[in-house]
């Protein structure tokens, strides 16, 4: 059985340890297959993502000369296996993924499975996602990204991190656990100083920890960020969270389970 991760430079994992793709156009070509998570890509797809602009004389010689090579690989890493995991059907070329061999399905998995949960299902959420989270070796593919094919595909992992990311603190922020989720929440806002929903925990967590003047300047300063990148003003939930602190907001009380806002 081989394993698949991509949450992170590309790793191929065997019983034996892990197998070295050598190559940028095979390795583009595994990476390509893979984000498509079991669906064919057509030929055409395969040959932009390959080599874009730089199109190779007789290019569907060339793309099933890596198809070739690519399934010769993965036979080496599976020598008992009957059947190559790489297919031609009539929409394109086809990876096989089996349930559990690639790490990207299995977090979005989870991420979906958490925003499915119960509210009050904090700590199984929790959890949950902490686990998911622990996947990330880094950006996806490392640094090496692909082509446009791949890159959409990095951009639409790293918005599922982010979103796993923002339900995990809210389960922690509902357990009564804001003292330690402060740092990765201090974190979480300086990497990403635009996305609204991690200044808003970070600011419950402050003023849970008896900090209501931080928690206030850092909405202060999310507004002057808001305002100088984009010339807009702190959403409505961001400015209820606001006056909540400065009501001293019940909701916003260690113990309390109800959430701030709609999920």
Not at 51 to 61: C, E, F, L, M, R
Not at 157 to 174: K, Q, S, V
Not at 220 to 229: K, P, V
């Amino acid at each position: 059985m081989l394993s698949f991760s991509i949450l992170g430079a590309l790793q191929i994992r065997t019983p034996l340890g892990f197998a070295e793709i050598s190559g940028d156009l095979q390795r583009n070509l595994i990476q390509t297959l893979l984000v498509s998570e079991g669906q064919p890509i057509s030929g055409e797809s395969l040959v932009d993502e390959l080599w874009g602009d730089s199109v190779p004389d007789k290019q569907a010689n060339a793309l099933q000369a890596h198809i070739s090579r690519l399934r010769r690989k993965l036979k080496t890493l599976e020598p008992d296996v009957p059947v190559s995991r790489v297919t031609i059907h009539p929409s394109g070329y086809r990876l096989t993924i089996h349930e559990g061999e690639f790490d990207a399905a299995e977090f979005t998995k989870a991420v979906r499975q958490a925003e499915a949960a119960t509210a009050t299902d904090a700590t199984t959420t929790a959890e949950l996602l902490g686990e998911a989270l622990a996947m990330w070796r880094g950006p996806v593919f490392g640094d090496f990204p692909g082509g446009t094919i791949c890159q959409l595909a990095c951009a639409r992992y790293e918005e599922y991190r982010m979103r796993a990311m923002e339900l995990r603190f809210e389960a922690e922020l509902r357990l009564g656990h804001h003292a330690a989720m402060l740092a990765e929440l201090h974190e979480a806002h300086s990497n990403h100083p635009l996305r609204e929903r991690f200044c808003e925990q970070l600011m419950v967590a402050l003023y849970r920890s008896g900090r209501q003047a931080d928690a206030l300047n850092v909405y202060r300063a999310m507004w002057q960020h808001l305002s100088d990148e984009l010339g807009i003003d702190p959403s409505p939930a961001l400015r209820r969270v606001e006056h909540a602190i400065l009501a001293h907001d019940p909701a916003l009380a260690a113990d309390s389970l109800t959430p701030l806002q709609p999920a």
